[in-house]
């Protein structure tokens, strides 16, 4: 007579449960064996590319595929772009049965940006093998229109030539050409002397001014053109940037917080020398990000000009920037201004 057993077992480990049944008939085992994984995102891979666009049009992702390689309802959570750039489309929370999957695309505007980019997507979600997880959307923009100089560079020397005048020569894609160019944006201490159309359209030469007899000038700011056709609107600016300036040295110059993690306070500080009377110094911040500024007096004749800040959103920073102002001997007022450059991530 054959003898027949029969053997169950329950085996917990983690938040799997593998069940296991045996059944022994006349000296030979059979198995049956169930995995419980839970809910579990895939994107199959972690970069997407877009085509390649001409500044101003819309850049489009290829297919991404958010799957739910699990057995229990995946819920995505939230899906924040790194960038404004990126509008998020896709209404959250989102519900990915077992086994089926969610497909988009992503869209990147690129009225400001030229070159190659990478934006950074966050997805959060109950999945067991990556509550969060980041892809990226990658690509290239070929620029609408280029400046020569891309850069004005200025020293002292330069602020004393009889002319205080420079040139910005803006050349324009032939797809955009008969577009309405403007200056949307001039700083403080500098005006727009002509616009001259050459080359058919082109290219737009604009001559510029430093306000005469200025002591010290709006310092490592940018000049800002904006182009404006039909449906379509894009910019490109040119940094203006002065390594010295009468009145005070600034160093390190500009203020650098570097990169820190959001939701944290980050503390850095430069060194100012006044060449004359400074005790009529005042300092004001400007920028989201900027907690608080002080300047306080250092070793021999410097002060220390400290600097923090709190970033509450990944990215860079803004038009962030501390104020210097006070009155000469002469009685004239003095301004600086010294940006603060950093990230948070």
């Known amino acids: 007579m054959k003898h027949t057993s029969k053997v169950r077992a329950v085996f917990v480990i983690g938040i799997s449960v593998c069940t296991y049944s045996g059944y022994e ?5 059979t198995r049956t064996e169930t995995l419980i994984q839970g809910p579990r995102l895939s994107t199959g891979k972690d970069e997407f590319f877009c085509n390649e666009v001409r ?9 991404v595929t958010i799957e739910n390689i699990g057995n229990v309802d995946l819920i995505v959570t939230s899906i924040e772009a790194g960038c404004a750039c990126l509008p998020i489309e896709i209404s959250t929370p989102l519900s990915i049965p077992s086994g089926e999957s969610y497909e988009t695309h992503f869209r990147v505007r690129t009225e400001s940006r030229v070159g190659k980019y990478r934006v950074p997507i966050v997805l959060r979600s109950n999945s067991v093998n990556a509550p969060v997880q980041t892809i990226s959307i990658s690509g290239n923009v070929i620029p609408g229109m280029t400046t020569v100089p891309e850069e004005v560079l200025m020293d002292t020397k330069s602020l004393v030539d009889a002319s205080h005048r420079f040139v910005v020569d803006v050349h324009i894609a032939d797809e955009y050409k008969g577009g309405d160019l403007v200056l949307a944006k001039i700083p403080v201490g500098i005006s727009l002397v002509s616009k001259e159309v ?7 030469r604009f001559t510029f001014e430093l306000a005469p007899g200025q002591r010290v000038i709006v310092i490592d700011d940018k000049v ?21 300036f009468q009145g005070c040295e600034i160093a390190p110059f500009p203020i ?38 002080s300047l306080l007096p250092g070793r021999e004749d410097e002060f220390e000009l400290t600097v923090t800040a709190k970033g509450n959103a990944r990215g860079s ?12 001997a002469e009685g004239a007022t003095v301004k600086v201004k010294i940006p603060i450059m950093g990230c948070f991530y």
């Open 25 to 29: 008939i006349a000296g030979e085992v």
């Open 55 to 63: 500044q101003g049009r819309i850049a489009d992702s290829e297919t």
């Open 198 to 204: 050459r080359d058919d359209g082109d290219l737009i």
């Open 224 to 244: 800002e053109f904006e182009l404006t056709m039909k449906a379509i609107s894009i910019k490109t600016r040119v940094p203006i940037r002065v390594s010295y």
């Open 256 to 293: 650098n917080l570097g990169a820190s993690r959001v939701g944290r306070l980050r503390e850095v500080s430069t060194r100012v020398k006044f060449s004359e009377n400074n005790a009529n110094v005042q300092i004001n911040s400007f920028g989201d990000e900027i907690v608080t500024s």
């Open 317 to 328: 920073l803004g038009d962030a920037f501390v104020l210097l102002t006070w009155t000469d």
